[in-house]
């Protein structure tokens, strides 16, 4: 009876403990970095981030592709998050047909954003492109792409700087030697077109962002995950953890980055604000 008794035990104490990790799963946010969490979900993902006056826009991005991936909002003081209502879609579809997504956000101005959409009809495809006035609460078609491009289709995650410069992730920066097979580069194309490496050995790129001189981004480097600063030739840590699309604020004293929680049986990505490295 003895055995019996404590093996119900242990199995109790087996179930109270599997049940306080699916708690910390669900509310652990952003107890990775030391910063302050906006919004999180297990569902929800947060791409494409941009800081504009009091508000974080980002791309919604759901495991759940039915669900679409509209563009939201969230107060940069915290509150709830919102959808962005944009006008003058029309017809315009996602791929799968269910709510029109932008496929890319660029800051144009310190209050208004550019969304580049590729609109599917049941019939048809074509680009549309969309200026949002923050400050007037309104959107607008317009009738060219605001991104600027950088000489590579191997770009990922640019950033633009106010120097005119463009800041970007390449297996192949400008006419330097291809870099090491599943590694990047961290490049620089200056305004005339010029393209110079400023460091290389990303392992994993997950975002990046810029401001004045300063750039960060998120992924692995030398085989440890987190949050680091881009200086000529190095990277220097910040943060430690799994992170993905990151932005600085439009002061440049805080950085949004998105924070994945891997729980027990969930992962919980978290939008979070932290102080930014000088």
Request: charged residues 20%; aromatic residues 10%.
């Amino acid at each position: 009876m003895a055995w019996y008794v404590f093996a119900i035990s242990s199995i109790g104490r087996a179930v109270v403990a599997a049940v306080a990790v699916f708690g910390l799963a669900a509310t652990a946010g952003c107890s990775g970095p030391p910063g302050a969490e906006l919004v999180s979900s297990r569902v929800e993902g947060y791409t494409n981030l941009i800081w504009l006056g009091d508000w974080v826009y980002y791309r919604a991005s759901y495991e759940d592709s039915d669900s679409g991936t509209p563009f939201k909002r969230v107060p940069a003081a915290g509150g709830s998050a919102q959808e962005v209502p944009v006008d003058g879609l029309g017809d315009c579809m996602n791929k799968y047909l269910g709510s029109a997504e932008p496929d890319r956000v660029v800051a144009i101005s310190d209050h208004e954003l550019g969304l580049e959409y590729d609109c599917y009809t049941r019939d048809s495809s074509r680009p549309v492109y969309v200026r949002w006035d923050a400050a007037r609460e309104r959107s607008t078609l317009v009738d060219r792409p605001f991104s600027r491009t950088v000489s590579t289709t191997a770009a990922v995650f640019s950033a633009e700087a106010a120097d005119g410069s463009t800041v970007y992730l390449t297996d192949h920066c400008g006419t330097d030697a291809a870099e090491p097979a599943a590694t990047r580069a961290v490049c620089r194309q200056d305004a005339a077109g010029r393209v110079s490496a400023i460091a290389r050995g990303v392992e994993a790129p997950a975002g990046l962002a810029v401001h004045g001189d300063r750039i960060v981004l998120t992924g692995t480097v030398h085989g440890h995950a987190g949050l680091w600063t881009v200086g000529p030739g190095r990277f220097d840590p910040v943060v430690q953890g799994d992170y993905g699309s990151v932005a600085f604020s439009p002061d440049g004293k805080r950085l949004v980055v998105e924070f994945e929680d891997h729980g027990f049986w969930s992962t919980t990505k978290s939008l979070c604000v932290i102080a930014a490295p000088h």
